[in-house]
């Protein structure tokens, strides 16, 4: 990885995480601020992640600063993720694949985002079929890979304290 994007992932990202966790944040609950800031981060559906971060995390009183954070930093890869999902959702309903691309799909959101919403319902329903189906194993794999990396990271603050 360029040294530039980790410097800027470091100071960026993983500093303030690091900061929550030495203000007592708890490793679990950033884990799962964390992997629910990049599941809704990467939700198919352009301009809803930041308000469903806000509701889940106000919801079930998670760190809204950790959730937005982390689904902030999910914007390229959300529309990356976008025609991926789509295809996903179009395989579960077993319907033939639409023509779409990325390029097309800013050049109709060039035109007007209720002209692409239109244009592009089908396509946002079957993504966001794909995700609501992914989202929840997603959100638990997460959780369960990054707590013991936030466990170790709160000890060794705490004896760095010490």
Not at 5 to 15: D, F, K, P, Q, S
Not at 130 to 158: D, G, N
């Amino acid at each position: 990885m360029n040294i530039l994007v980790r410097n800027w992932l470091r100071r960026r990202i993983l500093e303030p995480l690091l900061a929550l966790l030495r203000q007592g944040v708890s490793a679990e609950r950033l884990a799962l601020c964390v992997a629910i800031g990049v599941v809704v981060g990467n939700i198919p559906i352009l301009g809803i992640s930041t308000i469903l971060c806000a509701t889940i995390a106000l919801a079930f009183r998670l760190n809204l600063p950790a959730i937005q954070l982390v689904q902030a930093a999910m914007a390229p890869t959300q529309i990356l993720l976008i025609i991926p999902f789509v295809r996903l959702g179009e395989w579960i309903l077993r319907l033939p694949p639409q023509p779409l691309s990325i390029k097309e799909g800013l050049a109709l959101l060039a035109r007007g985002a209720g002209h692409a919403i239109v244009v592009l319902w089908d396509a946002i329903l079957h993504a966001g079929l794909a995700w609501i189906m992914v989202a929840p194993v997603a959100v638990y794999l997460l959780y369960k890979l990054l707590t013991p990396m936030f466990s170790r990271a709160a000890a060794q603050i705490i004896r760095t304290k010490v």
